[in-house]
Every structure is written in C-alpha cells, then in structure tokens.
C-alpha cells in the first residue's frame, strides 16, 4: 500500500519534494495557505532571477553559513545537477557575465513554475489551496484553518523564511514548533539593506549613487561587487554577502564597521604612485581623472575623512583602499530577501527530519541557515527538496 505524504508549504522546496518523490510509494498531497503556489519563486523572479550560481561545488558550499550543514544535499543534488533537470523539463538555463543562473532569455517566471507544476501533475501530485496549517493535535494529527485534519505517514514543512509576508511566508508557524519543545531562533533580516547615518547633505547629494567595482569587508570576510547609497544607508550584492557578519558584530557592539576598498583593482603601491605622479592641480581632479573614481565615492572621501587627510597622499591612498562605514542597523525583516532564523539546525538530522517527532521534516528556508543572494537561497531550496526525496524514495 502506498504511504501519505503532506506537504505543508508551496514554495520551491516544496515544488521540488513533490515533483520527485516516488509516486508508485506514495500519495502527495500539498497544502499551501495562498490560492496560488511559489508567490516568492515569482517574486525572485521580478528580479534577477538567479536559479542558481554556476561556481565550482566546493566554492559554492563555502557560501553557507553556518558551512557544513548542507554540504551533504549540495553534494547529492548540485548546480549542474539542478541545471540538468530543470533542462529536461523544458528550462534551458544560460550562466551570466556574474557567473550566476538564468532562465534562457524570454523565459519568464512564470513559464518556469508551470514547467514544474506540469511534472506535479503527471506525479499526481494532490495541491490543496487555502489550507493554513494551524498545528498538531496530541497525536501529531495536522489541523488546517478549513477544519479539516489530517493524520499522514510523512509530513514535510516547508514553509519559507520571514520577510515579506505579502508571499504567504509569514512565519507565523514559530510559535506552533516552539510550543511542541521544538527549538527555535527568532527571525533576522538578511540578504538586506543596511542602515548608515549619513551626513545630510551628502545624502542630498548622492541618494540613489551606485558604488560600482568595489569590495567591502567585515570581519574575516570581503567581497567585491556593487552598493547603492540610499537614505537607508548600503544596499547591493556586495553588502548582501557580508550579513552574517554584519549581524555578528551588530549583535555585539550594536554597530558594526565595514570597511570599503574604494579601488580594488589597485594595489596601495599602484594607487600611491598615480597620487603622487598626478599632473592634476586638485586631489578631486586627480581622483575623478586619474584614478576613475565616481563622484559619489569622492563625496565619501570628502566626508568622511578631515581635510588634512584627504590632501595628504599616502593617508589618501590607505582610505581609499580602507575606508571605515558604520552601520547601525538592518533594514525591516519584512523587507529583506532572506531571512535566518526558524527552526534551529540541531533540531533536526542529517535527513532533515525533526528529531523529537519522528516522520516529521523540516527543509527550506525555514531552517535557520543563511547565504548570500545569487542563486544560493534557492540552490540550498532544490538541494534539500532532493535530498529528501531520495531518502524518502529509498527508505519507504
Ligand atoms: C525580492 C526577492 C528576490 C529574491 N531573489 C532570489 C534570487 O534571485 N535567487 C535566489 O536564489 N533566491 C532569491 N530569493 C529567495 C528565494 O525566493 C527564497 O529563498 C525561496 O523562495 C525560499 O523557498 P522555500 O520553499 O523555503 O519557501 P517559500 O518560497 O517562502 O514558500 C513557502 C510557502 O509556504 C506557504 N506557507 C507558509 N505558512 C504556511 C502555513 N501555515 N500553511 C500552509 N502554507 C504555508 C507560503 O504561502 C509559501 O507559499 C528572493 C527573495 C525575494 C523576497
């Protein structure tokens, strides 16, 4: 007799469980509280809709935080792997300039859901909508907002991070695991903007200046890429990449320095001797004209460092290398693109499953671990789903 699969959650670590279990094992059925499935997926698809990044396996594990909890399922189910199945359903992918994974051009959000509800439904996949599971009863029955309940063999939760609730993602369910002595850690704002108190009149200057060909580091960490100056402060894939350890720090100190590499693709040798041998008059020209700096960083310059500093060459050079920011806060969890927090990592073993209920799984983002945008949220996602399915396809 075949055995009942509940999945709770329609995200893409929900779509992918189900796309892959053994439908001659089991009855699938998912229960997703939208009247629709993966409103984030389509979310992350309005932007640059990265299914994934295209780095070396080992470079790529080394992006998750904390490092070793899902080597295993990156491992069993890579970015080539993924790559090759979301190929055989009909997605072509292509590796962009960023070494990040696209859909083929002209190949929308959209287009890429249905391509794998189409694989739920020639499983035979059940999808119940506007089902919010609500808990368990004391024999681990789920109950759903509809009144109805449900005693399965296998139940999957999935049920996605924190941030913008506006998806279906609320992370309502928090209490609901904590009340069963599950262990949880309230949600944080990653992959987000981060806030800066800028001087007013630089604001007023250069609100919306990207920060382009840069590196920033905190901590141990740093990483080139691209910021925005906003009101808020820094947001981009350069700063996104540094949450952790921007969290780290704020939780220590309630501020947390960066430090910008305004020039990364000169060394402070190089830069010192283009300072010095400059035939311009003014250290702004010479910066603008020499040294290619944009307006917006020679506005932090200027604000940041006192007048002797910014007319002395060899100090110039060292802040423009190393250029302290402080940061002192992150943006709403609603807003971030990811969030950490959830269910606690050691709650669960190497197969996902929670350990004091047994038959019960956790994947997802709902898992307290973190990585930086670019394909890694939802790389860690399919990986997981996969994962699990294999175990469930071998051991049922
Ligand atoms: C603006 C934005 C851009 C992004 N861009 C990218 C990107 O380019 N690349 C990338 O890798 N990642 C990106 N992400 C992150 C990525 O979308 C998420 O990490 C991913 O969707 C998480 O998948 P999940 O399956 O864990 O959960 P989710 O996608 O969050 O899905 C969870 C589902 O569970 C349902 N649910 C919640 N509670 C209940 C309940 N009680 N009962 C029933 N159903 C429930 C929700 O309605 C939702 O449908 C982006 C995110 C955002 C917000």
Redesign the pocket.
């Known amino acids: 007799m075949k055995k009942s699969v509940s999945i709770?959650?329609?995200?893409?670590?929900?779509?992918i469980l189900a796309a892959l279990l053994d439908c001659n094992k089991f009855t699938v059925t998912v229960?997703?509280?939208?009247k629709t499935?993966?409103?984030?997926?389509l979310?992350?698809g309005?932007?640059?809709?990265?299914?994934?990044h295209s780095e070396p396996i080992g470079e790529l594990i080394a992006r998750y935080t904390p490092p070793h909890f899902l080597e295993k399922a990156l491992l069993d189910f890579d970015n080539e792997d993924f790559r090759k199945w979301i190929d055989s359903i009909g997605i072509p992918t292509y590796i962009g300039s960023s070494k990040r994974v696209y859909p083929e051009s002209g190949i929308k959000p959209i287009t890429v859901l249905n391509a794998i509800m189409d694989v739920l439904n020639k499983q035979g996949v059940a999808i119940e909508y506007q089902?919010?599971?609500?808990g368990w009863t004391s024999n681990d029955t789920l109950v759903f907002n509809t009144d109805t309940t449900i005693k399965s063999d296998y139940t999957i939760f999935?049920?996605?991070?924190g941030?913008?609730k506006v998806?279906?993602?609320?992370g309502?369910?928090l209490d609901l695991f904590e009340r069963e002595n599950i262990p949880v850690v309230l949600f944080q704002s990653s992959n987000c903007a981060y806030r800066v108190a800028w001087p007013e009149d630089f604001i007023l200057e250069h609100e919306g200046s990207p920060l382009k060909n840069i590196a920033i580091s905190c901590l141990n960490k740093r990483q080139k890429g691209e910021a925005v100056i906003t009101r808020f402060g820094l947001e981009g894939n350069a700063i996104y990449a540094l949450s952790p350890q921007i969290r780290e720090e704020l939780e220590r100190h309630q501020k947390a320095i960066i430090s910008l590499d305004l020039k990364p693709t000169l060394r402070y040798e190089d830069l010192l001797d283009k300072i010095r041998k400059s035939t311009f008059k003014k250290t702004s020209e010479t910066l603008l004209k020499e040294i290619k700096l944009s307006p917006a960083q020679i506005g932090l310059l200027k604000k940041y460092l006192s007048k002797e500093t910014y007319l002395n060459s060899e100090l110039l050079a060292q802040n423009i290398k190393r250029l302290n920011i402080e940061i002192t806060g992150t943006a709403l969890l609603n807003d971030a693109?990811?969030t950490t927090g959830g269910i606690q990592l050691d709650a669960v073993d190497e197969n996902f499953q929670l350990k004091n209920k047994k038959n019960n799984y956790c994947?997802?983002?709902?898992l307290d671990w973190d990585a930086p945008?670019?394909?890694?949220?939802?790389?860690a996602?399919f990986s997981m789903g996969m994962h699990l399915a294999r175990h469930l396809n071998s051991t049922a």
């Open positions: 709770i959650g329609g995200g893409p670590a929900a779509l229960y997703e509280k939208n499935l993966g409103r984030k997926f979310v992350a309005k932007g640059g809709f990265n299914l994934t089902h919010t599971w609500k999935a049920m996605g991070g941030s913008w998806t279906g993602s609320d309502i369910w693109i990811s994947i997802g983002e709902m945008t670019g394909g890694y949220l939802l790389q996602c």
